[in-house]
Nanobody, 121 residues
Framework: QVQLLESGGGLVQPGGSLRLSCAAS????????MGWYRQAPGKQRELVAT???????NYADTVKGRSTISKDNVKNSWYLQMNSLKAEDTAVYYC???????????????WGQGTQVTVPS
């Protein structure tokens, strides 16, 4: 059973920073890609940032230049550092991972439960 657990959300003032963390636990053979999506009220879930097992990163234009995604392979964890936060960053942030639980398993996508980030206007 694979579980993803997020932490680090909360209320942040405009211009502030926060660091989201996601830790994967359970049966994990290999994580191929991991990252973050977010969903604001009344909007579709959108990509924020991803990082591959080879450390190739990708960012949404809305956060590029003020966000950094990183990972810790030993801990099966990844992080999203967000700076210069704006009201439009307010959303529920979900971490995800494309991983294989065991060596010959197909790669599937797993999701965390979400963590709220609120930046008042």
């Amino acid at each position: 059973q694979v579980q993803l657990l997020e932490s680090g959300g909360g209320l942040v003032q405009p211009g502030g920073s926060l660091r989201l963390s996601c830790a994967a636990s359970g049966s994990i053979f290999s994580i191929y890609r991991m990252g973050w999506y977010r969903q604001a009220p009344g909007k579709q879930r959108e990509l924020v940032a991803t990082i591959t097992s080879g450390s190739i990163t990708n960012y949404a234009d809305t956060v590029k230049g003020r966000s950094t995604i990183s990972k810790d392979n030993v801990k099966n964890s990844w992080y999203l550092q967000m700076n210069s936060l704006k009201a439009e960053d307010t959303a529920v942030y979900y971490c995800y991972a494309d991983l294989a639980p065991r060596k010959y398993d197909r790669v599937s996508t797993y999701w965390g439960q979400g963590t709220q980030v609120t930046v008042p206007s």
